[in-house]
């Protein structure tokens, strides 16, 4: 079983009223442990209202979003322990705990002026001893490679440190999936590299799940799948290299090509020979220079 499904899930903002709109329409999506999930699409096709339904944020209008067996949309669920007695255990509460989410700008997800203080929020939270706590902050800001500034203010750090800073404070909640919701849209070039540096290194060396929203597909190019959203609806899905090569269709959906494949396709057209599949900026020099 997958460990973060929709089934048929549909939302829908102010439903019911006369100012209701259709964000989700009917979208299916499993999503395995350990896999990175790119979800693209362009503005006002639903890809971010996905995220806030994965991570319970927002409650799906109907259909079900199911989390490591947990359907998001029950709130309590009654179980027996092991003396048979029974016990309320708050769905969402647990749904949170294993799925972390980064959103776009990282001065909103700031809770604190100390950058330890910042990291330790959500752990402190949970109720957890304060050693475990800075074990949790020190592996943490060792993971985004900021634990130089952990007694810092996270004020003066630059765009792509601060988005850095706001990962590792979903990290010391050790969620087993990571959503990043369009969260390199407001870096420079160099910010985004940091936090897409950041990402790989915790997958390889965490086997964490990745749900990467953007609208980036140099960044969606790195992902194990795609997922184009379109209206509120999947349009289509499959690995960046069966998506790139349907060019015509991506440009019906308001998509262009990353710049390494667009690239690798021009000069295929000027009649230099290159190799099929190039998705990625260094494959594409390494082809030029071989």
């Keep these: 079983m997958a460990y973060l499904k929709l089934d048929n899930v549909f939302y829908s903002y102010y439903a019911d009223t006369e100012d209701e709109v259709r964000a989700v329409l009917g979208v299916d999506l499993e999503i395995e442990k350990g896999e990175f999930v790119a979800i693209v699409g362009s503005n006002g096709s639903g890809k971010s209202t996905m995220a806030k339904l994965m991570n319970g944020l927002f409650l799906p209008t109907s259909g079900k979003v199911i989390v490591d067996g947990f359907d998001t949309s029950e709130r309590k669920l009654v179980v027996e322990d092991e003396k048979s007695k029974k016990k309320r255990i708050d769905v969402l509460r647990e749904v949170r705990r294993r799925v972390g989410i980064v959103f776009q700008n ?135 290299r069966d998506i790139f090569t349907k060019a015509k269709w991506l440009e019906e959906y308001d998509l262009d090509l990353p710049l390494a494949v667009r690239v690798a396709n021009k000069l295929k057209e000027k009649g230099l020979e290159m190799r099929e599949g190039i998705l990625h900026e260094d494959e594409l020099l390494s082809e030029i220079v071989k």
Excluded: Y
């Excluded at 990282?106 to 752990?123: H, K, L, R």
């Excluded at 964490?208 to 509120?232: K, N, Q, S, Y």
């Design 106 to 240: 990282p001065d909103n997800q700031m809770v604190a002026s100390i950058i330890e203080d910042d990291v330790a929020f959500g752990p402190e939270n949970l109720g957890l001893p304060p050693s475990e706590i800075n074990e949790r902050v020190d592996w943490a800001l060792e993971c985004v490679g900021m634990r130089e500034h952990r007694k810092g203010t996270p004020f003066r750090l630059s765009g792509g440190q601060k988005q850095r800073i706001a990962i590792a404070g979903v990290l010391a909640l050790k969620p087993e999936v990571m959503i990043l919701d369009e969260s390199t849209a407001m870096l420079d070039p160099i910010g985004r590299r940091e936090v897409m540096q950041v990402v790989e290194k915790l997958r390889k060396e965490t086997n964490m799940t990745v749900v990467w929203i953007t609208h980036f597909m140099e960044e969606a190019a790195l992902a194990d799948r795609l997922v184009i959203m379109r209206h509120g609806k999947k349009v289509m899905e499959g690995t960046p």
